[in-house]
Structure formats: C-alpha cells, structure tokens
C-alpha cells in the first residue's frame, strides 16, 4: 500500500527504501535546498525545508499501478493537507525505467503526464466541485480531485532548456489551491512574491520566463498551459486533458 511521507521521516528511513525511490528524493532534496544556486520556486522551497511538504512513489507512470497509486495518494492528501503546513504540496515521483530516460523527449513526457492526470481523474469517487469550470478553456478552471482543487506541476529527466522543469524521475506535484490564498494579484505580498519568484526563474533557468505563466483566474489565463511547460514557448493547441470521471 502506497502512503504519505514527511521529509524527516524519509531522512530517517530512506536507505529501506528501494534504490530508485532514494535516489529520486535525494536528487530532489539537492536541487531544491541548494543554497548556492536556489531554486526559483519560493513556497516550494520554503516548503521543503519547514517539512511541509508530503511525498509519494509510485510505478511506472504508463502502467495501471502507477493510476491507482497516484489516485490513492491523492486521496489521502485531500485529508491531511491543511495540518502539513503554509506551503504545503503533494510530490509524486514516478518510477522511470532506462527505456524512457533514453528515448523520451520533452514531448513524450507531455503526453505522458497528461495521460496520467486524466487516468487519475477517471479514478476520482467525487463530483467535480461546483465552483470549479469543467472546461479547461475557461479561467477558473484547474484539476481537482476528491473536491479539492489543485495546481499541478510536471517535472522530467528530459527537461534541459527550463532548468527549473528538470528532475532526475519523472514527478508531478499537486499544490493545493488554498495555499495562493494570500500569493494572488489582489495582494501586494503576492504581487511581491511573483516579481522574486520571475526574477529567481528567469536566473535560474537563463531563459525569459514562459508567455503561459499569469495569475489564476485572470480572463486571459489558462491554468492547464502552466502545468507542463516545454523548453520552448509553444504551447498545445487545446488542453489535452480528458476523463471519464462524470463532471456534473
């Protein structure tokens, strides 16, 4: 059975666990908590190193297991997000073979993380929630599950142009909505806090920042174009996002 860890109980136990399952949260630890080149993400890191954050593994992201282990490690985050901390997120690392280290692309991993955030979807027990558009082309919308809805961020091996989207395995996190409650645009602290995070991102990465990164809920934004960004400026001519979970 798949469940939730804090990072002091990883720090504690990771050398039980399997051999890529280390390496994965090791690698992530050291990009992340890197104080000589930090990582542009401010709450992310402020997450981790206050253990705010929650982790999980799971399988093969193309594989049935690696669906149900997602869809129940979401599950019990829904529970027990709001007592884990103010940055508080959800990091799922994948388990990712060879094959796919040496023969995706950027493009691949798109494709990829969309199928596994529709598969999950379609595993959800509970109605989209209300306040929520069901459409990925309107400005309210964002994924959700069990109700609660969530930022989602893509991380792959593939990844080289945007530094900040590189990781060692393939992961997804899944940063609860609640957490922007104060770092929006009606907020000089958010106001502030997104002019640090550009300016970190654009150092970090060495690249301008991508077109697709707005504020939730603006008319001109799309949330669904800032989960997965490619190395370039392109974006998907229409969300790909799909599930079978029924919306209304």
Same mark, same amino acid.
């Given at each position: 059975m798949v469940l939730l860890n804090a990072k002091t109980w990883l720090d504690r136990h990771l050398s !039980?666990?399997?051999?890529?399952? &280390?390496?994965?949260f090791s690698q992530f630890g050291d990009m992340i908590a890197d104080e000589a080149r930090m990582y542009p993400c401010i709450p992310g890191r402020q997450g981790f190193l206050s253990d705010s954050l929650r982790f999980g593994f799971a399988a093969d992201p193309r594989s049935d297991e690696a669906i149900d282990?997602?869809?129940?490690?979401?599950? &019990?985050?829904?529970?027990?997000?709001?007592?884990?901390?103010?940055?508080?997120?959800?990091?799922? #690392?994948f388990q990712t073979p060879d094959d796919m280290r040496n023969d995706y692309a950027v493009e691949d991993y798109e494709?990829?993380?969309?199928?596994?955030?529709?598969?999950?979807?379609?595993?959800?027990?509970?109605?989209?929630?209300? $306040?929520?558009?069901?459409?990925?082309?309107?400005?309210?919308? !964002? #994924?959700?599950?069990?109700? $609660?809805?969530?930022?989602? #961020?893509?991380?792959?091996?593939? $990844? &080289?142009?945007?530094?900040?989207? $590189?990781t060692s395995h393939f992961l997804i996190t899944f940063q609860p909505r609640w957490v922007f409650a104060e770092i929006n645009d009606s907020t000089p602290f958010g106001r502030n806090m997104k002019k640090q995070i550009r300016q970190k991102l654009v150092a970090y990465d060495?690249?301008?920042?991508?077109?697709?990164?707005?504020?939730?809920?603006?008319?001109?934004n799309l949330e669904w174009e800032q989960y997965f960004l490619r190395d370039d400026e392109t974006v998907a001519a229409k969300c790909p996002f799909s599930s079978m979970h029924k919306k209304d």
């Open positions: !039980e666990l399997p051999e890529w399952q &280390q390496d994965a282990e997602g869809a129940t490690l979401l599950r &019990q985050y829904g529970d027990c997000s709001r007592e884990t901390g103010k940055y508080a997120s959800l990091v799922i #690392f494709q990829l993380f969309w199928s596994v955030l529709s598969r999950v979807s379609a595993k959800d027990q509970l109605p989209w929630p209300g $306040h929520i558009a069901s459409d990925p082309s309107h400005h309210s919308w !964002e #994924f959700c599950f069990s109700g $609660h809805p969530y930022f989602a #961020f893509c991380g792959t091996p593939a $990844h &080289q142009v945007r530094k900040s989207r $590189h060495g690249v301008p920042a991508h077109p697709s990164l707005k504020w939730y809920g603006q008319a001109d």
